[in-house]
């Protein structure tokens, strides 16, 4: 069973909109602290946004704020991350990943996702 | 934000080397830093959290140590499932994650 399952990536138009979605199993999600990272072609990684277990509390990379917003649903297990006026730099596989925190001690990335690519061009 | 520098950008060694990578922070963060793995087409795998210890399921040629501002990642004997992409993050400055650029870990 794999842990975070990322779905919803996609070719989009510079401007436009996309939704990612993570579904979470095998793990206490509504205790988990949840991220999105993303990785360019060819480049290292960026987080991206962060979000507290009960979603109370959500931040942003300075390079997305106003544009993405983080969500989860703890009822269904699923994180995701509207992502409005897309940029072609904003072109990236995007994992979604459980950050350990204080809860769990490591205080690191200690779950990630698959992946899911998103590409923005005309 | 605290920028992460990883050296060297990439390495040749053999199998059965020892090999070390650093990470220098631009700033102090006491011993808030995580190692990571990362394979062509892969997740990132966690190696090492807050600067030495192991994550669960991580073979022991694998370790960490440093604190302050410079922090290494050790692997003991290179094995062949071992070449792939090394990545340092802090976490001292939460929520402001950020990652070192990476070190590319090939065989010679």
């Known amino acids: 069973e794999v842990p975070l399952v990322e779905s919803g990536g996609g070719l989009v138009q510079p401007g436009g909109s996309l939704r990612l979605s993570c579904a979470a199993s095998?793990?206490?999600?509504?205790?988990?602290?949840m991220s999105w990272v993303r990785q360019a072609p060819a480049k290292g990684l960026e987080w991206v946004s962060y979000?507290?277990?009960?979603?109370?509390?959500?931040y942003y990379a300075d390079s997305v704020k106003g544009r993405f917003t983080i969500s989860r649903d703890n009822a269904k297990n699923s994180l995701s991350l509207q992502m409005d006026s897309l940029r072609v730099e904003d072109t990236a596989v995007y994992y979604c990943?459980?950050?350990?925190?204080?809860?769990?001690?490591?205080?690191?990335?200690?779950?990630w996702g698959q992946g899911a690519l998103v590409t923005v061009s005309s | 934000d605290i920028q992460m520098t990883q050296s060297p950008s990439s390495l040749s060694a053999y199998v059965g080397d020892r090999v070390t990578i650093t990470c220098r922070a631009s700033q102090r963060i006491d011993r808030y830093l995580n190692w990571y793995q990362q394979k062509p087409g892969k997740a990132p795998k966690l190696l090492i959290y807050?600067?030495?210890n192991l994550q669960s399921g991580v073979p022991s040629r694998f370790s960490g140590s440093g604190s302050g501002t410079d922090f290494t990642l050790t692997i003991s004997s290179l094995q062949p499932e071992d070449f792939a992409t090394y990545y340092c993050q802090q976490s001292y400055s939460t929520p402001s994650w950020t990652f070192g650029q990476g070190t590319k870990l090939e065989i010679k």
């Open positions: 095998g793990f206490s999600f509504s205790s988990s602290e």
């Open positions: 807050t600067a030495s």
């Open positions: 990943a459980r950050y350990g925190g204080l809860t769990l001690g490591t205080l690191a990335f200690d779950l």
């Open positions: 979000i507290s277990s009960s979603g109370a509390a959500v």
